[in-house]
């Protein structure tokens, strides 16, 4: 079954880190870039981080949030550092497809809940 | 303030067509980038349902369609069904920003 699975969501103090996981299946790790994608409360979506050929984040997190993966385990991360309020969100990992050259988000997984909060 | 602008809410009746219509930029849109749409209830996974301006992914209903002129793009709805009440997000490319960019989302109601 082809299919995306977060994990390692939960509760932390404001300036706390945390890692968030995303185990896949069903397709081949390796020949696919892996987004994160997040929903704070009462918003919309938000692009966070590609781990593709290169590695690219948004400016709201960069040299806060690292992204990687774990081909042996078919798995990326998205470990968060200095985490602020306004990181709280259900973050999502998506599959990127690339498409007549651009990218687009195929596949997506159910979300983990990530609260900031003293 | 998404970069990519879409009405806060649209409504209508079973059987009724809705359009949602996604404001872009010359940095954007309007660069030719394509525009992807995407359904999404909280709690669940989004759900592709347009990609590449007007494509529609296998097993997406044809009451789905997708547009783009000039800076602009939109998604149309037609026949609507109460199970097509959710949040809908437009999604392209930013130059100036180096990022993917959403819409700040639609809410579908279906009265």
């Known amino acids: 079954q082809v299919q995306l699975v977060e994990s390692g969501g939960g509760v932390v103090q404001p300036g706390g880190s945390l890692r968030l996981s995303c185990v896949t299946s069903?397709?081949?790790?390796?020949?696919?870039?892996i987004h994160w994608v997040r929903r704070a409360p009462g918003k919309g979506l938000e692009w966070v981080a590609l781990d593709g050929k290169n590695k690219y984040y948004a400016d709201s997190v960069k040299g806060r949030f690292t992204i990687s993966r774990d081909s042996s385990k078919n798995t990326l991360y998205l470990e968060m550092n200095s985490l602020r309020g306004e990181d709280t969100a259900v973050y999502y990992c998506?599959?990127?497809?690339?498409?007549?050259?651009?990218?687009?988000?195929?596949?997506w997984g159910q979300g983990t809940l990530v609260t900031v909060s003293s | 303030q998404s970069v990519l602008t879409q009405p806060p809410s649209v409504s209508g009746a079973p059987g009724q067509r809705v359009t949602i219509s996604c404001t872009g930029s010359s940095s954007n849109i309007g660069a030719d980038y394509y525009v992807h749409w995407y359904q999404h209830l909280p709690g669940t996974a989004p759900k592709p349902l347009i990609y590449?301006?007007?494509n529609r992914p296998s097993g997406v209903p044809d009451r789905f369609s997708g547009s783009k002129s000039g800076t602009s793009a939109s998604l149309a709805i037609t026949g609507l069904q109460a199970e097509d009440e959710a949040d809908y997000y437009c999604?392209?490319?930013?130059?100036?920003?180096?990022?993917?960019?959403f819409g700040g989302g639609t809410k579908l109601t279906v009265l």
């Open positions: 590449g301006n007007k």
């Open positions: 998506a599959r990127d497809l690339r498409w007549e050259g651009q990218n687009y988000f195929d596949l």
């Open positions: 069903g397709f081949s790790f390796s020949d696919y870039g």
């Open positions: 999604q392209s490319y930013d130059t100036s920003l180096s990022a993917w960019v």
